[in-house]
């Protein structure tokens, strides 16, 4: 028995070991299908989404029967008392008799059921709710496109972050190799000391871009995680490779894509507001019509000298009233009109803000496939420019090593060969993330 016990207890630790230590790898477009599902701004935007849903029929159920009732209780410990005539009774004429009307306990229950016939503001209130459900929606789809390139920059700056420091331990190897030859034809009388040098100072600054690079790729696979909606500590790993995504991404026939303005997300967001100053406008002009209620009541009271309200002998008297309720808007001093008025003019400046948002996403769009282009135009020159560094820096070292170049000219190779392998690297990451705000824009 204490056997099996100890044999199960070391399943479950190495279950949950597995667990725990279980890497999950997301391609690209996993990442971003993972990330809409579990982001915490999408969860909330969907929340949205259900809350305005909920606020629609809270706007229409006002307009529909209202039914409430209530129950009065009242115990007079000192009841009034009233005077009237002592004649009435019998007695002397100019005289007074103390009188106590009624029983000091009384109940009342009732109910009221309230029918709104005609409000203005109402049928308004009702029509604006669909503007709302439409600016949830369109805020749901905002967040996604956000959401979207959030993940694909954090995507891309991983990927960056891996092959940095995948060249690196490649240069620092190569730096080192270098380095140990070096020190050998020094120590053997047929070299500086400086070239020595030279090559330490240049390999110090390789080891610790390295160590940046390490530190950077751990942080950015943190964010990524945060963006995909997951624990920060999650193991996560890409099958992605940079300079395959970034094949992937140049397209040159999104360039020629047409823009349909009523499918950018931020030209929705204007037009909703939009819709919602002229729901304002109506909601105000709505003000200067009458009202119209519909009540009927239904209530029963009872009397005693004590509480026997719950006995089944107790007597109650019922009433009932029905009736209707018109208000009539005559004379507000000029108020209404100034609401009407100020309402018109923040429907016209929401007029003017939609026209100003058309052009800009125009010249946003426009803005967008110059830097694609552009990014695309640098991936390639980078990529040719790092054929030409390596080529460079490889004839440098072989002319070192034959007496032919200074360890000066070697370590200003070695420099330029680094810094177009980051601007290639840099220039991968570009297509990418300009792919995206073009596709955001264009939403397609």
């Given at each position: 028995?204490?056997?099996?016990?100890?044999?199960?207890?070391?399943?479950?630790?190495?279950?949950?070991?597995?667990?725990?230590?279980?890497?999950?790898?997301?391609?690209?477009?996993?990442?971003?299908?993972?990330?809409?599902?579990?982001?915490?701004?999408?969860?909330?935007?969907?929340?949205?989404?259900?809350?305005?849903?909920?606020?629609?029929?809270?706007?229409?159920?006002?307009?529909?029967?209202?039914?409430?009732?209530?129950?009065?209780?009242?115990?007079?410990?000192?009841?009034?008392?009233?005077?009237?005539?002592?004649?009435?009774?019998?007695?002397?004429?100019?005289?007074?008799?103390?009188?106590?009307?009624?029983?000091?306990?009384?109940?009342?229950?009732?109910?009221?059921?309230?029918?709104?016939?005609?409000?203005?503001?109402?049928?308004?209130?009702?029509?604006?709710?669909?503007?709302?459900?439409?600016?949830?929606?369109?805020?749901?789809?905002?967040?996604?496109?956000?959401?979207?390139?959030?993940?694909?920059?954090?995507?891309?700056n991983v990927l960056l972050a891996e092959e940095?420091?995948?060249?690196?331990?490649?240069?620092?190897?190569?730096?080192?190799?270098?380095?140990?030859?070096?020190?050998?034809?020094?120590?053997?009388?047929?070299?500086?000391?400086?070239?020595?040098?030279?090559?330490?100072?240049?390999?110090?600054?390789?080891?610790?871009?390295?160590?940046?690079?390490?530190?950077?790729?751990?942080?950015?696979?943190?964010?990524?995680?945060?963006?995909?909606?997951?624990?920060?500590?999650?193991p996560t790993q890409l099958s992605e490779n940079?300079?395959?995504?970034?094949?992937?991404?140049?397209?040159?026939?999104?360039?020629?894509?047409?823009?349909?303005?009523?499918?950018?997300?931020?030209?929705?967001?204007?037009?909703?507001?939009?819709?919602?100053?002229?729901?304002?406008?109506?909601?105000?002009?709505?003000?200067?019509?009458?009202?119209?209620?519909?009540?009927?009541?239904?209530?029963?009271?009872?009397?005693?000298?004590?509480?026997?309200?719950?006995?089944?002998?107790?007597?109650?008297?019922?009433?009932?009233?029905?009736?209707?309720?018109?208000?009539?808007?005559?004379?507000?001093?000029?108020?209404?009109?100034?609401?009407?008025?100020?309402?018109?003019?923040?429907?016209?400046?929401?007029?003017?803000?939609?026209?100003?948002?058309?052009?800009?996403?125009?010249?946003?769009?426009?803005?967008?496939?110059?830097?694609?282009?552009?990014?695309?135009?640098?991936?390639?020159?980078?990529?040719?420019?790092?054929?030409?560094?390596?080529?460079?820096?490889?004839?440098?070292?072989?002319?070192?090593?034959?007496?032919?170049?200074?360890?000066?000219?070697?370590?200003?190779?070695?420099?330029?060969?680094?810094?177009?392998?980051?601007?290639?690297?840099?220039?991968?990451?570009?297509?990418?993330?300009?792919?995206?705000?073009?596709?955001?824009?264009?939403?397609?």
């Amino acid at each position: 028995m204490k056997n099996t016990f100890l044999t199960l207890l070391v399943i479950c630790i190495t279950a949950l070991s597995y667990g725990q230590s279980e890497t999950n790898t997301y391609s690209l477009d996993e990442a971003i299908a993972f990330a809409l599902e579990n982001n915490y701004s999408v969860i909330n935007a969907n929340r949205d989404i259900e809350d305005a849903q909920k606020q629609k029929w809270e706007t229409i159920a006002t307009g529909l029967p209202q039914i409430s009732g209530s129950v009065s209780y009242q115990n007079q410990l000192k009841q009034p008392v009233s005077l009237l005539p002592a004649e009435f009774f019998g007695g002397v004429a100019g005289t007074f008799q103390e009188i106590i009307f009624g029983q000091p306990q009384t109940m009342n229950a009732s109910a009221v059921i309230k029918q709104q016939l005609f409000d203005g503001s109402y049928i308004v209130g009702v029509q604006a709710t669909k503007a709302f459900l439409d600016y949830s929606a369109n805020n749901k789809e905002k967040t996604d496109l956000d959401i979207r390139k959030a993940v694909v920059e954090a995507y891309g700056n991983v990927l960056l972050a891996e092959e940095s420091a995948t060249i690196l331990e490649s240069n620092r190897a190569t730096l080192a190799k270098n380095l140990e030859e070096t020190q050998k034809i020094f120590e053997n009388g047929l070299g500086e000391e400086e070239s020595v040098e030279q090559l330490q100072i240049t390999l110090s600054s390789i080891e610790n871009q390295l160590k940046n690079a390490i530190r950077l790729k751990k942080i950015t696979v943190q964010m990524l995680n945060l963006i995909m909606g997951i624990s920060i500590d999650s193991p996560t790993q890409l099958s992605e490779n940079l300079d395959v995504l970034t094949q992937k991404q140049i397209d040159y026939g999104l360039l020629d894509s047409q823009l349909n303005i009523s499918n950018n997300v931020d030209y929705k967001l204007v037009a909703n507001l939009n819709q919602q100053r002229y729901y304002e406008l109506k909601l105000a002009k709505s003000r200067a019509l009458p009202t119209l209620n519909a009540f009927l009541n239904y209530g029963s009271s009872a009397y005693s000298d004590g509480f026997d309200f719950l006995k089944s002998e107790q007597k109650w008297f019922d009433s009932s009233v029905l009736g209707f309720d018109l208000h009539i808007p005559i004379f507000s001093s000029l108020g209404r009109s100034a609401s009407t008025q100020r309402a018109k003019i923040a429907f016209d400046k929401a007029k003017t803000q939609l026209t100003e948002a058309e052009e800009q996403i125009r010249l946003q769009l426009e803005n967008t496939k110059s830097n694609y282009t552009l990014a695309i135009e640098e991936y390639e020159t980078t990529k040719k420019n790092l054929n030409l560094a390596e080529r460079i820096e490889k004839k440098n070292e072989i002319k070192y090593f034959e007496g032919m170049a200074s360890s000066f000219e070697l370590r200003q190779a070695q420099i330029q060969l680094y810094a177009t392998q980051q601007e290639y690297l840099q220039s991968m990451v570009n297509v990418i993330n300009r792919k995206t705000e073009l596709e955001i824009i264009l939403n397609n």
